[in-house]
């Protein structure tokens, strides 16, 4: 499934690229217009959303290619417990949903103190700020899954196979 959704998104070639980026630096920016210099002005609507398709359209594309999201960015619930039940049980039991609305109450309150949100507050249309906090909620859910799955995946091989390797070798420790 994620060998054809990365030939799709990325080329022919793809395969076995997951996790590589296009070597911009993941994880650089975060939130509403982000990642455009030191502006002491707040970026246009049109700027935040060109950013935002710029920035998550190698995800966008590989999530909506194995069916986890639908064309306007919605979560496929469904199909995505179906993937993770592939998954041994003890990797999915450290996925939870608490952890997920923990990280995202953490990035909401971090969100909220950045001084350019504060700053840029009310200088956008109603249906624009809709538009935008809906998807700052998308990639807070995004964001706060994958490092969540992130962590359950090092801890599982941690566990599984490092410990136990290092306590054969090491057995005094």
């Known amino acids: 499934k994620m060998d054809s959704a990365f030939a799709t998104c990325f080329g022919p070639n793809a395969a076995g690229r997951q996790g590589k980026g296009k070597g911009k630096g993941k994880g650089k920016g975060k939130g509403k217009g982000k990642g455009k210099g030191n502006n002491k002005t707040c970026p246009t609507f049109a700027e935040i959303m060109e950013w935002v398709e710029e920035e998550y359209a190698e995800e966008g594309c590989v999530l909506a290619e194995i069916g986890w999201i639908d064309a306007e960015g919605n979560e496929n619930n469904a199909t995505i417990m ?31 103190e950045d001084p350019m949100i ?56």
């Open 82 to 112: 179906e993937d993770l039940a592939t998954l041994d049980p003890a990797l999915t039991a450290e996925i939870t949903e608490e952890k997920i609305a923990m990280c995202v109450e953490e990035a909401i309150a971090e969100f909220s």
């Open 118 to 173: 504060k700053k840029c507050e009310g200088k956008y249309t109603q249906e624009e700020e809709e538009t935008l906090e809906n998807i700052f909620m998308h990639i807070v859910n995004y964001k706060c899954f994958t490092g969540t799955f992130d962590d359950a995946c090092k801890g599982f091989v941690k566990a599984t196979y490092v410990e136990p390797l290092l306590m054969e070798l090491y057995p005094e420790y």
